[in-house]
């Protein structure tokens, strides 16, 4: 093992390059060594995923795949597929992550319910269904809330009947849940929350646990592209994931995660740069001290921008916002074009119109103090507006991205 690198397995990553038609050929016999695999394997951006792709799309004997997509929450969105794994099915990742979680978070007589977004080329609400099927927990495939339109009073009512203890979403979607129940006069006793796509942060945890007092938290990490890497219980570090070793392996490059997987055989990963800030490493350990790897997050590497011709970082933006309010705000950063085509950055907020009022121009104020934002305002080529909550637009898979670009937005 490296020094920052997941437990290296031979068989297993020899396995997820037979996956790959190129590497197969290459390297029909695997690698043995991790040092052979770093010097033999490239690094896999996100363009080469799409080439990838492409080429399977274009393969006449393309069978038993599932077509999907990431969300765009980090970037554009990317068309994906699986494929049916050829082993037995107690042998599949799909079986090892049912059993990872079965006993550390769920239990046979949970009452779960899914808060996923079902369709819109997403995998994961079916994905948790089916999961939950496995562990046999009892499942309440409820979806999105916002949803039901006139028929949520109904949805609600069955919420309120079939009574889950368990929640499964992202923390926008648990958020909801717990504002609509409350608002139609609905107590659940809810333990246990279930949550991915985005980080929970306390202030959050805090407002579940003045309705829900007795929940706990667990997390599981991962991406669209890779699935579940692993999980994280109510004992462990903040931002500390249990890696799921015998079907990742892990590698920090430069501060970033590195992905080899062999859980898709229909679109291995192989050394997959996900752009996400990491530590991992034979001394990284989590306070729980369960064994095997962990990975700790350390957020997304630094998104920029390009504001009336500036390079503008996304996270010295939300640094200044945050010593301005004194506390992290979760944000989000819009651009745009006016009529005279000049660049529009729309910073929104999640305070409500009364906490925005006093604070607003102090934090357009921190904003104007960068000078490569200044200057694009000084210059009259860029403007700058501070909105509040009801500005912020979330996915449709309930996800708020950090960064929206509209002046040439397009799905790839």
């Known amino acids: ?14 396995e997820a390059l037979s996956y790959d038609a190129h590497y197969a050929r290459l390297l029909p016999a695997g690698v043995a060594s991790y040092a052979a695999f770093r010097a033999q394997v490239a690094i896999e951006t996100a363009d080469d995923l799409k080439r990838r792709v492409l080429e399977r799309l274009d393969h006449d004997g393309l ?14 969105a990317k068309l994906l597929l699986s494929a049916t794994s050829r082993k037995r099915p107690d042998a599949t990742y799909g079986r090892a992550l049912a059993n990872a979680l079965a006993g550390r978070v769920f239990a046979p007589t949970d009452r779960v319910a899914n808060l996923f977004t079902a369709g819109g080329f997403s995998t994961l609400y ?3 269904n089916r999961l939950l099927e496995a562990i046999g927990a009892n499942v309440l495939p409820i979806g999105r809330l916002d ?3 006139a028929d949520l009073p109904a949805m609600l009512n ?3 009947r079939t009574r889950p203890n368990v929640l499964v979403g992202t923390p926008t979607s648990v958020l909801q849940c717990l504002r609509l129940l409350d608002a139609h006069g609905i107590d659940l006793d809810v333990t246990k929350i279930l949550y991915t796509g985005e980080a929970f942060p306390a ?3 805090e407002i579940v646990r003045r309705c829900w007092r007795n929940a706990e938290f667990f997390g599981l990490y991962g991406t669209t592209e890779t699935g579940f890497l692993g999980y994280h219980t109510p004992h462990c570090d903040d931002g500390h994931y249990h890696v799921l070793d015998d079907w990742f392996f892990l590698e920090e490059e430069d501060g970033q995660l590195l992905v080899t997987s062999r859980a898709n055989p229909g679109l291995a990963m192989l050394r997959y740069r996900i752009g996400d800030r990491v530590r991992i490493g ?3 350990r989590c306070a729980c001290g369960e064994a095997g790897s962990v990975v700790v997050l350390q957020g997304r590497a630094d998104q920029r921008f390009k504001f009336a011709g500036n390079l503008v970082s996304v996270a010295l933006l939300a640094d200044r916002l945050a010593a301005c309010a004194g506390r992290p705000l979760d944000c989000q950063f819009r651009l745009g074009a006016d009529a005279q085509g000049r660049d529009c950055l729309k910073v929104a907020v999640d305070l409500a119109d009364d906490e925005l009022a006093p604070l607003a121009p102090r934090l357009a104020g921190a904003l104007l103090e960068i000078e490569d934002v200044r200057e694009c305002i000084d210059k009259g080529e860029g403007r700058l507006d501070v909105l509040g909550r009801d500005a912020l637009r979330f996915s449709a898979r309930q996800k708020l991205p950090r960064l929206i670009d509209e002046r040439h937005a397009h799905v790839r």
């Open 1 to 14: 093992m490296s020094d920052r690198t997941t437990r290296f397995d031979s068989s297993a990553v020899s």
């Open 63 to 76: 069978a038993g795949a599932t077509f999907y997509t990431t969300s765009g929450t980090s970037g554009e």
């Open 126 to 128: 079916d994905g948790v």
């Open 147 to 149: 949803a039901y339109g």
């Open 158 to 160: 069955l919420i309120g």
């Open 203 to 205: 202030r959050k945890r």
């Open 282 to 284: 034979p001394s990284v």
